[in-house]
């Protein structure tokens, strides 16, 4: 019954690795979102797509890039990972504004990542 | 300033408390209006909706929106040690779109 699922649960890395997360939904959603969740800052929006091949930036998209080459694949890269991206990163993804009747976000599990 | 707001507790109460979780925000442009829920080691879970002002009760839980004034709340009734997790609230200006979340709050319900 799993609906949204990222590849990851635990991820350790070293710092200048190039690090992909990867996020896949199977509920035909066109909107998918990549956070990341920190004590004390709650979730930081990194960054969003409303359709294939389209992104957006969020609030904190320095150090990130984002890859969607098919509808239910959202993926995020750490270009060179450093400490400060060890986060809880979670994906998330939804139906776009015509569709009144579902709102909210389905998220995936996260994936917890250590940069060392 | 934090676009929403949101006290982090932690919040302990025993079990059949009522419990109250609050958040105000800054931009009179939301409309939508949730509660998640995320325990440990999970992923936030959706928990209540609501469009514009009012209340939307669902079993134990009632959500309030009050945009006069920009709060909104999340009551729970008769608490259960299994309603133990990290309440957040989140908006939006459109359905869909891109939500802001406040920094949640951390609940135990102690049996």
């Known amino acids: 019954d799993v609906k949204v699922t990222q590849s990851s649960r635990y991820l350790v890395k070293r710092t200048g690795e190039k690090v992909f997360l990867e996020c896949v939904q199977d509920?035909?959603?066109?909107?998918m979102f990549w956070y990341r969740q920190d004590p004390g800052l709650g979730l930081r929006l990194i960054y969003f797509?409303?359709?294939?091949?389209?992104?957006e930036k969020g609030d904190i998209p320095e150090g990130y890039s984002v890859s969607r080459e098919k509808k239910e694949r959202f993926s995020l890269i750490l270009e060179s990972a450093s400490t400060n991206q060890t986060s809880m990163y979670l994906c998330?993804?939804?139906?776009?504004?015509?569709?009144?009747?579902?709102?909210?976000?389905?998220f995936g599990s996260g994936t917890r990542l250590t940069v060392v | 300033q934090k676009e929403v707001e949101q006290d982090p507790g932690p919040l302990s109460v025993p079990e059949g408390a009522i419990v109250s979780l609050n958040c105000t925000y800054s931009?009179?442009?939301?409309?939508?209006f949730m509660w998640y829920r995320q325990y440990s080691r999970k992923g936030p879970e959706l928990l209540m909706y609501?469009?514009?002002?009012g209340n939307k009760e669902d079993g134990r839980f009632t959500a309030q929106v009050d945009k006069s004034s920009k709060y909104i709340s999340l009551f729970i009734r008769d608490s259960q040690p299994s309603d133990s997790a990290t309440y957040l609230c989140?908006?939006?200006?459109?359905?869909?779109?891109?939500?802001?979340f406040g920094e949640g709050t951390q609940l135990t319900v102690n049996p």
């Open positions: 998330a993804s939804s139906f776009p504004l015509r569709s009144f009747s579902n709102y909210g976000y389905t």
């Open positions: 509920m035909d959603h066109e909107n």
């Open positions: 797509s409303y359709d294939v091949k389209m992104k």
């Open positions: 931009n009179s442009a939301f409309q939508y």
């Open positions: 609501t469009y514009s002002s």
């Open positions: 989140a908006m939006s200006e459109t359905s869909g779109s891109r939500l802001t």
